[in-house]
């Protein structure tokens, strides 16, 4: 592995993953030193440009407003063009961020962003929040529980993007389909809610547990964390299915 022997497969691994659970994608365009840059400079060109006035030339444009002006533009352009290009897209880790919670909707949730202004990244509340809540922020809209489960290891209960994998019916063709809240997922076409509720209700009946002892086993049961874990994304994915055979 080129380290010498001295980090195992296991431990690599384990550094990896711990990376790409806190990990976060960010855009990073705003350089704090070009935007000073820009503001010295255009400061530069407003004072010359006073100066010449002043010393007789009528407001007229002298070299060093022409060099400061043109410094100002470049920077600014730069910093466009730097911004839309999505160059300054990147994966960051980052003090006290990495440690925040996810939740996809609520009244307490922030929104993350990188500030130029002060070089740094800063977590805006979206309403008022009392003092020594939890906040939190979002870790991507239209993640479902098998994507949290998988990158994050955790489960929201509730979650809106929450989908499942069905079988269609034999009469309807056979196959796989995605199921959302509102229906299919992705580019497979819609397709009749009769026939999604019957996939709906055909997987519920070949599970071997029920969602009231999925909800008894979590509220009782001596559960390793990981069996917590496995028990509760069991049970979001039965309630999906649920809704949708009560659905009429």
């Not at 980052?94 to 977590?123: E, Q, W």
């Not at 009392?130 to 809209?141: F, H, K, L, N, V």
């Amino acid at each position: 592995m080129g380290l010498g022997g001295t980090l195992s497969q296991e431990r690599f691994e384990w550094a990896v993953e711990a990376v790409c659970s806190r990990a976060f994608t960010a855009d990073i365009s705003g350089d704090v030193r070009a935007l000073g840059l820009s503001v010295i400079a255009a400061g530069v060109g407003v004072a010359s440009f006073l100066l010449d006035g002043t010393a007789g030339g009528q407001g007229s444009i002298g070299p060093a407003t022409l060099c400061a002006l043109a410094v100002s533009c470049f920077s600014t352009v730069w910093q466009l063009w730097y911004a839309l290009s999505g160059s300054g897209l990147t994966y960051v880790m980052c003090p006290v961020i990495d440690s925040m919670n996810h939740r996809s909707t609520g009244s307490k949730l922030s929104s993350l962003a990188y500030s130029s202004l002060v070089d740094a990244f800063t977590a805006t509340a979206e309403a008022a929040i009392p003092a020594g809540d939890q906040i939190y922020i979002s870790y991507g809209e239209g993640k479902d529980n098998d994507a949290f489960l998988m990158h994050y290891g955790f489960v929201e209960r509730g979650n809106p993007a929450q989908q499942a994998t069905l079988a269609l019916p034999a009469d309807a063709g056979g196959g796989t389909f995605r199921l959302g809240r509102a229906g299919t997922v992705g580019t497979q076409a819609s397709l009749p809610r009769d026939t999604m509720r019957q996939a709906c209700m055909v997987e519920l009946q070949g599970m071997p547990t029920s969602i009231q002892w999925d909800q008894q086993l979590l509220e009782v049961g001596d559960l390793s964390t990981r069996c917590r874990l496995a028990v509760e994304w069991r049970l979001e994915r039965k309630l999906l299915l649920e809704a949708w055979c009560a659905d009429r």
